[in-house]
């Protein structure tokens, strides 16, 4: 079982700020998913990342296999990504293990 | 492509009454696996599918709850008694091993409040 923590459990920040959420893990994986949740929709995979970075729009992920941790940034943040972000590492098996989510919230 | 389906989306029952949620993957995906989400919690894995053999259902308390894939496609999980302590959203999601990328597919969730 992998234990799987996120910081900050919950962030508020102004729009258009630089934003930055933690995730580290306990155990190796072969691959770490960052979720999106929004209130009473479903989630959807932002990023799968097994090295390195990946870069989609604003929204950046990065990964430390060594450390065993991941970041999730976005920047120039505006209203419509205040969500909840899960971050979740997948092992060999296929079995996932979830973070308890940061909700973030962007103030206009 | 269509995506991960489920139903129902909403349900109120009582305690000790029972409920059963629906899930259709996305076509062609192997692994299925039903989710309990509490508010404020992160998903907890209550039990996954591999076609239809249990890879792992270590969390799923199966003096009430029980799930079952029988074809390989669609599954059902049921509760049966429930307690308060289950109100939450049960999530069905799916995957491919062999898919490049392999990325895990959600569906809206079905919530469950029990009173």
């Known amino acids: 079982k992998n234990e799987v923590e996120q910081s900050p459990q919950n962030l508020t920040a102004q729009e258009g700020e630089f934003i930055t959420i933690n995730c580290s893990y306990s155990?190796?994986?072969?691959?770490l998913h960052w979720l999106q949740q929004h209130p009473g929709g479903g989630i959807v995979s932002l990023f799968m990342l097994s090295s390195g970075k990946k870069k989609h729009g604003r929204l950046i992920a990065t990964i430390n296999i060594q450390e065993k941790h991941s970041s999730l940034h976005i920047t120039a943040s505006h209203p419509r990504d205040s969500a909840v972000y899960i971050c979740?590492?997948?092992?060999?098996?296929?079995?996932?293990?979830f973070g308890t989510g940061t909700s973030l919230t962007v103030i206009p | 492509e269509a995506g991960v389906a489920q139903s129902p989306r909403y349900k109120i029952i009582e305690k000790r009454q029972s409920v059963a949620f629906w899930c259709n993957p996305i076509s062609g995906h192997a692994t299925l696996y039903w989710y309990q989400q509490i508010l404020g919690q992160g998903p907890k894995l209550l039990i996954q599918f591999q076609n239809n053999g249990v890879v792992d259902d270590s969390q799923l308390p199966k003096d009430r709850f029980s799930a079952e894939r029988l074809k390989g496609v669609d599954s059902t999980l049921k509760i049966q008694p429930a307690k308060l302590e289950d109100s939450a959203v049960y999530l069905c999601?799916?995957?491919?091993?062999?898919?490049?990328?392999?990325?895990?597919?959600f569906g809206e969730g079905s919530w469950l409040t029990v009173v």
């Open positions: 979740a590492t997948k092992n060999t098996g296929n079995q996932f293990y």
């Open positions: 999601a799916s995957s491919s091993p062999w898919q490049a990328g392999n990325t895990i597919y």
């Open positions: 155990v190796g994986i072969s691959a």
